[in-house]
């Protein structure tokens, strides 16, 4: 997400999966096209198909393994419980904490089934398959869907309740946890577009079945929510599910999409299908992401959260007019079929955690590209634009290919066959900016000229977006309880991408870049000025809902952090660090405890590494060191006595002074061009430096009137410190982190002192300021 700114109905195929046969698990790990086999024999305890089953369910699982379309019969809806908060699952298999956050001990070695190879049969471990029929209808703006969910217990006990996440109904009413806290926090989400009367949204289930038995649900809230939260719900299963077994169950649900005001829904002919299905929460075992038991991890939808899923398989059949350009997650299936005026677009894609789709009647003829690198397959990349915003695509189809190149290149390859990338509509905004699997929104502009903010936002925004599908994507953090992982380092490496294009933040728009005004600062910079430094309260490992200064500070104190870390350890070492980051966590999920491990052993500089972490992941700490005091005092003979031989004399004050100035004309005579400065006497150089936050290493830089200078390191941790040199030649400046390491030092303004005055900053910036004024006048003076 941007910063302003995711197999039968039948009882005797459901009673084969959930008794413990292999079957379901077989068919989450084959690789797509692999043939499947069909279990021998129904263990002894399996239960009974009840009598109203089909005769061919033993046909439905081989159909249902070969991926075969969801079609069963509809089933009379299942009234949902009263909503109990917290209620317990009858397997007692815990809910993660409401508060859970940074994890601080590393995940074990073999967590999610070890670090993928590349030589297993699919590129992750497939938890979940997802078999789903949609048809839009786009007057009104619904969603019918059925699903078809295959689940693998990965645990080693019986798990008789599963938890599936319901986000849509985030927007059925100000009853959610999600406008609950847009109306506490007196916020809206980004641009702060409302939802009128007759434009909420919802996700109905229509009807839930295990094997053809009806599966009760409960409304739970594992935050504490209101209760008039509907996101996360519990389904009880009829038969429970063995461990190393898997169990389908099937779900007939009407998604409402709302009026577009955060990341999904419509405006107009178009609408952006993101988080409308119902989608299993993740199971995760001991050792992994902290925990010590099972546990399910399932969050209520909070106004500034995203999403944490398990890797699986999709197949989504998408019915919409003839009309509607369809575009979605993965690999488009053949052409689409037609019925009456209706296409039905077919998409497969495995190895991924979601699926968004988008459809939209005034699309512009798609803008498509192709890219492939090193350990990638080749890529088609697609754009999808409206027509007023046709100026983007060309731009955003570059970006997005030279994020493939930066990417790949700096973490490691890009795994998929397929990017498409979507500009919303005017009025649809909000759609922009937003992440799935090799499919997200961008940003669009009727004008996007070069060196103005558009084209930087563009730009930006395109690149953001795509590395979500590295550290959101890829390597599934989860954004919920460790929102840093994704926002926070996707942040930084797409600094680290504009750096290396020499991209500068361009504030100008089209008409300050006529006039000649037009600035640009380095994108770090920008995140810099953004991160609150003076007073920060909230820890970047902390989770996504509490937070003081909301979410913002997770992305630009974070990329400003790790701007800090690999100044100090070295640009070489850190992306060194950050491949082995990818090559060990990719499909997987890893913690902050993993990365930090990562970072430190990789980087062979665990000191620095755990230090950061310790003071500005986990914790949070302001960083304000500055120069408190600058003197250079020529050092010249004092009155007084002294002893010479054997009897004191006295040194009065009218006598040294003329000792001087005879010293200083003869140096003059001597040195008739020497710079200021320098003469017959030393001088006494002192910097105080002083510390009103944590401590940093920090590097001081004194230079002299003859040309030399002096580096100092302060690595303690004392309030102050003072340095002092005695030599030839009076100091000119001081600098401290002359390198521009802390960028959470709260200014940098106090970093430098120098002992003449200086305003050729103040008058340079107020003659350009001046010179702006006057323009402008002159133009409104000749209209």
């Not at 029929?133 to 786009?138: E, I, S, V």
């Not at 060309?394 to 790949?408: G, I, M, N």
């Amino acid at each position: 997400m941007r910063l302003s700114s995711t197999l039968v109905k039948s009882g005797a195929a459901l009673a084969v999966l959930a008794a413990g046969t292999a079957a379901g698990a077989a068919l989450l790990a084959q690789p797509k096209g692999a043939p499947v086999t069909q279990p021998a024999a129904v263990h002894a305890d399996s239960p009974k198909p009840a009598a109203s089953v089909p005769e061919r369910a033993a046909a439905g699982v081989a159909s249902a393994l070969r991926g075969a379309p969801a079609g069963a019969a509809a089933s009379a809806p299942t009234p949902a419980s009263t909503p109990t908060p917290g209620a317990a699952s009858a397997d007692g298999i815990a809910l993660a904490g409401p508060h859970a956050a940074a994890v601080s001990v590393p995940s074990s070695p073999d967590a999610w089934g070890g670090p993928r190879t590349g030589r297993e049969a699919t590129l992750s471990d497939r938890v979940v398959h997802y078999d789903i029929d949609a048809t839009l209808d786009p007057d009104k703006h619904t969603i019918d869907g059925r699903e078809r969910l295959t689940w693998r217990n990965r645990s080693t006990v019986p798990v008789k309740s599963v938890y599936l996440h319901l986000y849509m109904n985030a927007f059925e009413g100000a009853g959610s946890t999600f406008f609950t806290e847009k109306r506490q926090r007196d916020k809206g989400f980004r641009s702060g577009v409302d939802i009128k009367e007759g434009e909420w949204g919802h996700i109905a289930l229509r009807g839930v079945t295990q094997g053809g038995a009806k599966v009760p649900w409960t409304f739970v809230h594992p935050d504490g929510g209101p209760v008039t939260d509907h996101t996360v719900v519990r389904f009880d299963l009829p038969a429970a599910v063995a461990p190393g077994a898997a169990t389908t169950v099937d779900i007939d649900f009407l998604a409402k999409l709302p009026r577009v005001m955060a990341r999904t829904g419509y405006f107009g002919t178009f609408h952006l299908a993101g988080q409308w299905f119902p989608k299993i929460g993740v199971l995760e075992l001991p050792g992994e992401r902290g925990a010590t038991a099972p546990r399910w991890n399932a969050h209520e939808f909070h106004l500034e959260s995203e999403f944490y899923a398990d890797f699986g398989s999709y197949d989504v059949k998408i019915t919409a007019p003839k009309d509607y350009t369809v575009g979605a997650t993965g690999e488009r299936q053949g052409a689409p079929l037609a019925k009456g005026k209706l296409l039905t677009h077919r998409f497969v894609q495995g190895d991924v955690h979601d699926f968004a789709w988008t459809a939209d009647k005034r699309t512009a003829k798609p803008l498509t590209g192709a890219w492939t690198g090193p350990g990638s397959p080749q890529v088609t990349v697609t754009v999808l634009y409206p027509p007023e915003y046709a100026a983007s695509a060309a731009p955003a189809l570059k970006a997005a290919r030279d994020a493939l190149t930066y990417f790949s290149n700096t973490l490691g390859p890009y795994p998929y066959k397929t990017l498409t990338v979507v500009i919303p509509p005017h009025n649809a905004e909000e759609a922009g900016g937003m992440e799935y699997p090799t499919f997200f929104t961008a940003e669009g502009y009727a004008r996007v000229e070069p060196g103005t903010l558009n084209e930087y936002l563009l730009d930006f925004v395109t690149i953001h977006e795509f590395g979500h599908g590295y550290f959101y994507g890829l390597l599934a953090s989860n954004e919920f309880e460790e929102p840093m992982l994704d926002e926070g380092l996707n942040q930084y490496w797409d600094d680290r991408m504009l750096r290396a294009r020499s991209q500068k933040v361009f504030m100008g728009t089209p008409l300050t870049k006529r006039l000649g005004f037009a600035p640009g600062f380095d994108p770090f910079q920008a995140d810099r000025i953004a991160a609150p430094r003076t007073e920060p309260a909230d820890a970047p490992g902390q989770n996504a809902w509490d937070r003081l200064q909301g979410i913002g500070p997770v992305y630009v104190r974070t990329s400003t952090l790790m701007h800090d870390l690999e100044a100090h350890i070295g640009k070489v070492a850190l992306e060194r660090a950050f491949k082995e980051y990818y090559r060990r966590w990719h499909f997987r999920h890893p913690s902050i405890a993993d990365l930090r491990e990562t970072l430190a052993e990789a980087s062979g500089q665990r000191a620095a590494v755990e230090a950061v972490f310790a003071q500005q992941v986990y914790a949070v700490a302001r960083v304000d060191d500055r120069i408190g005091s600058f003197t250079s005092r020529e050092q010249v003979p004092q009155p007084g006595t002294r002893l010479q031989g054997s009897a004191w004399v006295e040194d009065k004050q009218a006598d040294l002074d003329k000792r001087i100035d005879t010293a200083r004309e003869q140096w003059k005579k001597a040195h008739p061009n020497a710079k200021p400065g320098l003469g017959p006497y030393p001088w006494r150089t002192e910097v105080t430096l002083r510390r009103q936050g944590a401590p940093v290493p920090q590097t001081l830089i004194v230079r002299f009137a003859d040309g030399s200078s002096d580096t100092v390191q302060w690595d303690g941790n004392e309030r102050w410190r003072t340095f002092g040199w005695t030599r030839p030649a009076k100091a000119v400046s001081a600098e401290l982190d002359p390198q521009q390491r802390h960028y959470l030092d709260v200014s940098k303004l106090d970093d430098s002192r120098t002992i003449e005055p200086d305003g050729s900053a103040t008058r340079r910036w107020s003659l350009e300021f001046a010179a702006v004024v006057q323009y402008l006048l002159s133009l409104i003076a000749n209209v």
